[in-house]
């Protein structure tokens, strides 16, 4: 019924033909009055009939094994179900596209926090109360490491690449810069926490989850309790935030599911913000050493990125650390290592932007040192290290804004009146800009969808979520462009695991590859149509509800006696191998760092992104800001501080993890999308936001930190401590 | 949470007679309902006194202001004799919180409100203040916000408050009712008790007494206040270290210095040798670095809060360069509007 299209080829720019409007448009999200006013339900706010609530316990050793609960106190109270626990709990989420359960540990404890039971009650407060009265015993391990440098680190061959001689190119250099970083540990700090809501329904368990990746989803949750993943109906409309820590199912989801089975009741589970940090994967620390060589022209003859981060045992994912170092810019001898540190705090996976966010830290700052030693510009160094092919793999890049978004940027950030480095004050304020480069790899991830085209509008149908990023906006968008309806025409249903399966959203794939698919369904209906009219594909033009090609005309609603029904599908193909495609652009900012308390503060921030095709303008600014708030924070707030005895997160709640606050971003947030059309990413020519406006910002911020007092901080976040620690060091 | 039982008092008469072993008194309750969801807390009554007539006002009081101990803290920020004569408090109240918090938070909260040190916030944490003799996992873990004044082996905690501090620096007395219904004024540093062994009993109030007021002294006409907080970022944080200051100048010498200092004690910091030797000097560098050296020569810190010195060295030098016209006067002096 539906093949499956694979991207061989550049495909024709069909939505610059179509005469609808829509795609590109700053549309507001359809579903956007529901979230305001409170109407949206999200994966906590289902009442079905009976049921009860649950609260995960903790494990409060860090390593060993739980030998057993006493539950004395805990049964005394009125409403209280019991303690659940076994072999199928989860040690922590999967990992993003696991599509197999995570680690199932038994009675092992890897790690503080680690869930070890499911207290349930009749209601919240009891179950909350019960779970503070349980008494879990346990057979402590002595060996539990936490300190990610007092372990044997692992090679990680995955993340290796070495071409040429980097040090004999550091020591032939006319300048070069061999510096360490470090970059604490984040959390993505969703909104919404962590839920679910699970019941068994005929034969099938139906989870209600706050769940970024329906159609892996199914399958974790499934391998998990047993069952075929046919049986799992995941249900996930509205999610209240992701940012990659929602990849996966996570403890709650497994054990809400295995309580309501043993109590034929649903078990709904919202994780205390402290359970989120203690429980769900945090992006790792990291360590990073970063070398430079140039020639005395500005040119890169050495790259050097080696980075140690921390995962726990069998955990596959590790922070790709020095993904953008890998593409950004050319040189003929490089080193790209990474070590994993096997300790024992909270275990690690995707948090926004893994990689890019930390990596390019090092990578930007250190250009930013390295053009100073030059005597050069920042942005003219990069514009001089713009590689022709990708460096590692040899391939083309497809459209790659690197260069226009550092001139255009350059020109709109008023770059030429930067100041001499720590000469311009305002009183005690020391004023000055920053710029970075920005790089955030683009992927195609098989996606499908069903579009439905009937005399009363469109239906589009597929598993795909909205994190609150606007798929809801822009695939009602796609379809009604293809189409040629107005917006109030179109419909769209999501994140129902039953609907044909999609990428689902991470990876700042989700728009591109869903989108995808859905503009390859519609094209399949506007091919109907063009037969139904009776004229060629090329010729067929939608537009308000009529149709017309070769000369003829028809009213759209004459032509379908009955629905039309089509399946898009989507996987990568021949362009991902022949180009390289990322999103590219540059980050400029302008700081104001207090001289007496090392207090810094972002005054204005501009980022000029390539995105490809922009779907949505207001949908795309918004990811795009949010990335450059993320940036900031990891530039300047946000620290996951972990005691140094146990590993535990410390800072387990938002007055403690210091995300930024309104007075912390500033009112000048200025987004500047290109025009860019990749053609060799997919047919709809886009590409991922989500991250790119992550990447590099940090390291602006950090920049324009140097140029407002010549010191180079290297340790982050910036918090004032470490500004007067600098100062102290000398500028 | 643990079930517990909810009174409204009507009156002070009445909240006295329903307090008993046990019970908690709640206004806004911004504190006590967060460690009550912990259950580091667990009353098993809670007292409403949100309802009782008259502790909700700001009055003339013996030349200065009494403030109710219901008085809202955005109320409080925003009342145009305490903008006029006490501006060092309504700033120190901005630089607190978030404006939902200060709507509900009240005076006598406030005062009262618990450390933030995230061991005794996490049960699972050994903590002499939560549970007395249980030892302080704070000692070796992350110190970044624990107190470096005042601290004694048992407990490191840091009072969180700003508008203390201010009210510190203003010599505030606390207006107290006993359970008798007789009333006693205290001063701050009666009103705190320093941890030594004995963390878990914060303030010299008896189980049923309850804080009635504060009262401002008489503004001194000629002085310069001033209100400076370090934080981690630029708003709903709390202080890395905060200093208020009241400094009255006759010529070129300081006739009266009064400071105190948030983040870096268990309650609003302040040391009297440390005024007594700026009064009667000129002010310079060198004068305000040995009031800085005199304020930190007994600190304790570790790794994790060691850069606090330096920082209240800072903080110190700078307010008092503005407060005694050496320096211009910045954000934060009464001299400037505040932009919080």
């Known amino acids: ?731 | 949470m643990r079930p517990f039982d909810y009174l409204r008092a009507n009156a002070l008469d009445d909240a006295a007679s329903k307090a008993g072993d046990g019970a908690q008194f709640i206004a806004g309750g911004t504190n006590l309902l967060d460690l009550m969801k912990l259950q580091v807390m667990t009353p098993e009554t809670v007292i409403d006194i949100n309802n009782i007539d008259g502790l909700d006002k700001i009055e003339p009081h013996e030349g200065g202001l009494k403030i109710g101990a219901l008085v809202r803290n955005a109320d409080l920020a925003a009342d145009p004799q305490v903008r006029r004569a006490y501006p060092v408090l309504s700033r120190a109240l901005l630089a607190g919180a978030s404006g939902q918090i200060r709507n509900k938070a009240t005076t006598g909260g406030n005062l009262l409100q618990r450390t933030r040190c995230p061991y005794f916030y996490d049960p699972a944490m050994a903590c002499n203040k939560r549970d007395p003799g249980a030892g302080c996992a704070a000692k070796g873990g992350v110190s970044r916000m624990l107190a470096i004044l005042g601290t004694s082996a048992a407990c490191s905690a840091a009072h969180p408050s700003d508008m203390a501090v201010a009210m510190r620096a203003l010599d505030a007395q606390v207006e107290i009712r006993g359970t008798d219904g007789a009333t006693r004024t205290v001063a701050m540093d009666e009103l705190y008790q320093l941890p030594g062994e004995t963390p878990e009993i914060e303030t010299s109030l008896k189980p049923g007494e309850i804080i009635t007021a504060v009262i401002l002294p008489a503004p001194q006409p000629n002085a310069t206040q001033s209100y400076r907080k370090i934080r981690d970022r630029a708003s709903y944080a709390f202080a890395l270290v905060s200093v208020a200051a009241v400094v009255e100048m006759e010529g070129e010498t300081i006739k009266q210095a009064s400071l105190a200092f948030g983040g870096i004690g268990p309650r609003p910091w302040a040391d009297a040798q440390v005024n007594a030797m700026l009064e009667g000097e000129t002010p310079s560098e060198e004068l305000f670095g040995k009031a800085a050296d005199t304020l930190l020569a007994e600190a304790v810190t570790d790794e994790g809060n060691d850069f606090k010195r330096e920082m209240t060295r800072r903080a110190l030098v700078a307010v008092m360069r503005e407060a005694t016209g050496m320096a211009p006067a910045s954000t934060g002096t009464d001299k400037v509007e505040a932009l919080a």
């Open chain 1, 1 to 731: 019924m539906s093949d499956t299209f694979t991207m061989d080829e550049a495909q024709p720019r069909l939505l610059d033909e179509t005469k609808q409007g829509l795609v590109g448009a700053p549309l507001d999200r359809p579903e956007g009055k529901l979230k305001v006013t409170g109407t949206a339900t999200y994966a906590a706010e289902f009442k079905p009939e009976g049921m009860v609530h649950g609260v995960m316990l903790r494990a409060t050793i860090t390593r060993g094994k739980v030998t057993g609960f006493d539950e004395t106190e805990a049964k005394k109270l009125p409403g209280y179900l019991g303690l659940f626990h076994g072999p199928e709990f989860v040690r922590n989420p999967a990992q993003g596209m696991a599509g197999a359960a995570p680690v199932q540990p038994g009675d092992r404890v890897d790690y503080h926090g680690q869930p070890i039971g499911l207290v349930v009650a009749e209601s919240f407060e009891t179950a909350r109360d019960a779970a503070a009265r349980i008494k879990t015993s346990y057979e402590q391990n002595p060996g539990a490491p936490v300190d990610p440098a007092g372990v044997e680190l692992e090679l990680n061959e995955k993340r290796e690449s070495i071409q040429g001689d980097l040090d004999a190119a550091m020591e032939k250099a006319a300048q070069s810069v061999d510096l360490e970083y470090t970059t604490a540990g984040h959390v993505a700090a969703a909104m919404e926490p962590h839920a679910g809501i699970a019941e068994w329904k005929d034969g099938r368990l139906v989870l209600h989850g706050s769940l970024q990746m329906v159609r892996f989803n199914k399958e974790e949750l499934a391998d998990a309790v047993g069952i075929e993943s046919d049986k799992v109906h995941i249900l996930a409309p509205y999610v209240g935030g992701g940012f990659g820590s929602k990849l996966g199912i996570s403890s709650e989801h497994v054990a809400a599911a295995l309580a309501a089975r043993e109590l034929d009741r649903p078990v709904r589970i919202v994780l205390s913000r402290q359970t989120v940090f203690d429980a769900v994967l945090r992006r790792t620390e990291t360590w990073q050493r970063l070398r430079l060589s140039a020639d005395a022209s500005g040119k890169l003859t050495g790259i050097g990125h080696e980075d140690r981060v921390s995962n726990l045992e069998e955990e596959a994912f590790s922070e790709p650390v020095n993904a953008a170092s890998r593409f950004m810019y050319g040189a003929p001898n490089r080193v790209m290592r990474q070590h994993i540190s096997r300790n024992h705090r909270t275990p690690t996976g995707s948090v926004r932007a893994p990689g890019e966010a930390v990596g390019t830290f090092a990578l930007e700052t250190a250009m930013d040192e390295l053009a100073e030693k030059l005597g050069l510009c920042p942005v003219e160094l990069r514009l001089r290290n713009i590689p022709e092919k990708h460096p590692d793999t040899g391939q083309a890049y497809s459209a790659r804004a690197l260069e226009d978004s550092l001139r255009e940027g350059a020109k709109r950030f008023g770059w030429d009146q930067r100041p001499e480095t720590g000469t311009r004050r305002e009183g005690e304020w020391l004023i000055g800009m920053g710029v970075a480069a920005a790089g955030r790899a683009n992927f195609l991830v098989p996606s499908a969808a069903r579009v439905t085209l009937s005399a009363d509008g469109a239906l589009v149908e597929t598993d795909m979520t909205d994190i609150g990023t606007g798929s809801y906006a822009i695939l009602g968008q796609i379809a009604g462009e293809m189409l040629g309806l107005p917006i109030d025409k179109v419909s769209v249903h999501l994140a129902d695991s039953d609907l044909p399966g999609a990428s689902g959203s991470g990876g700042s794939f989700g728009a591109s590859s869903s989108g995808s698919s859905v503009f390859l369904a519609a094209r399949k209906i506007r091919e109907q149509l063009a037969d139904k009219l009776g004229c060629k594909f090329e010729e067929l033009s939608l537009g308000n509800g009529e149709v017309s090609g070769g000369g003829k005309t028809a009213k759209l609603v004459d032509l379908l006696s009955d629905p039309i029904s089509a399946e898009g599908k989507i996987e990568g193909g021949k362009t991902a191998k022949s180009h390289f495609s990322a999103g590219f652009g540059a980050h400029f900012a302008e700081v104001a760092v207090n001289e007496v308390s090392g207090e810094v503060r972002v005054r204005r921030m501009l980022g000029v992104l390539g995105i490809g095709r922009v779907l949505n303008e207001k949908t795309a600014r918004s990811q795009a800001v949010g990335g450059m708030v993320w940036g900031v924070g990891s530039a300047l707030h946000e620290e996951l501080g972990h005691d140094p005895r146990t590993g535990h997160i410390v800072t387990r709640d938002l007055a403690n993890y210091h995300v930024p606050s309104h007075a912390d971003i500033p009112r000048e947030m200025e987004v500047v999308f290109l025009p860019e059309r990749d053609d060799e990413a997919n047919p709809i020519q886009s590409k991922g936001v989500g991250e790119l406006g992550i990447s590099g910002a940090g390291a602006a911020v950090i920049n324009a930190i140097h140029n407002a007092t010549g010191v180079r901080l290297r340790h982050y976040p910036a918090t004032p401590d470490k500004v007067l620690e600098g100062f102290a060091n000398g500028r």
